[in-house]
Each structure stands twice: as structure tokens, then as C-alpha cells.
């Protein structure tokens, strides 16, 4: 599978650490404002503020542990079995005059998508953009009449201030293109892009003037 369990892991680490440590807060205040509701009762006192208070804050810690975790919750949701995948629909990113691909060599497909087994992850460096250079991948299982839900982005340049554009292996897994990506690292899956999904989109011929054809 694709991402695997390690790979979110250790890909997700630090945002998983911080919403665990959130909801432990969350849970020891709601704690202890039950435990002095019960001791008010005891003495006779009805309060439902701490209550209210507390579930207020659980809500509160579900609906931003979703949103932060947003990658993660896609990548968990839409794991990819490389085995199973016996077609590709391919599309050139940032380049709407070109029609998409499809590719169905099975074998050729198998051994693309094992080598995202050994990706990376990749992390973003502050006011980073991924750049348009690359592919939109999608996968259909055998047997299935749609896409799965899941693409993979592939990008090949990245631009990071106060530089230009920059060389990177980018392979993202999301739902959407326009959603939040799980970004991945995989040199030997862009050799393989380079090897076998380039010479399907041909660069065009370049005309030069005053030489004759």
C-alpha cells in the first residue's frame, strides 16, 4: 500500500504529537471541571457551565484536529495498492491544450508505483510553492469502472524565496488537486515518469525562421 503505515508516520509525526498533546489538555481540564461539578453537587450546587465548557472544548479540539490533520486524514483514506492498479489516466500539470493519457501496460504500471514504497517524506519549506511542472496522475483499479478517488501529483520544480525555481522529485497524494496534499519524495518514481510517461507528450517541433525545411 501507498502511502504505508511507517511513511504516514513518519511523514505526520509532529502534527499527530501536537493533537495528541491538545486532546490530553482538552481531557484533564474537562476532568477536573467534572470533578468540582460533582463536589458542588455534594453540597447542593447545580452548575452545567463546566459541562457545556467541556464539550464546547471537545468539539472544539475535533474540529481542528480534522483540518489540521487534513493530509493525513486523506492519505489514510485513500491508500493506494500498486498491485491492484491496471490503468493510468495522465495529465500534464499547467498544461490545458494537452489531452490526457491513457496508460495501460500493467507491468510497466506495477513497477512504477512499488517504487513509491521506498518515497520519502518531503517537507515544505515556509513560502514554498509547488510549481506546475509534472503530472496529475489517475488510478483505476482492474475490474473498476471509475478512477479511484486518490491522484498522485507529480512535480518536478519547486519555487522557494528569495530563489527561482529549484529542481525537486515532489509526489503528492490527494483527493483533489486543489486540496491539501500529503507531499512525498521519490527520485526513482520521476526516472521512471522520465522513462516511460515523457515520450507520450512530445515536445513540439520548434520552427525557426529563414531555414528552409
Known sequence: MFPTTSQILNNYLLPLAVSVFALLLVAGFSFWQLRSTRADAGEGKS???PKLFSAVA?????VAAYFFNAPLVSALRHRIAPEQIAELRIT???DSKKAPVVFNDRAKIGEGLKLLGNAAGYNSQEHERLLPDGYEIELKPEGAAEYLPAKLLA?????R??????QVSVVAVTSNPGSVAMNFSSASFHTWLKKYVDPLFPAPPINVIGIPK
Do not use: E
Open 47 to 49: 452548575d452545567l457551565r
Open 155 to 159: 512535480h518536478r520544480q519547486s519555487r
Open 161 to 166: 524565496p528569495p530563489g527561482g525555481a529549484v
Open 58 to 62: 471537545m468539539l472544539a479540539w475535533l
Open 92 to 94: 500534464p500539470l499547467g
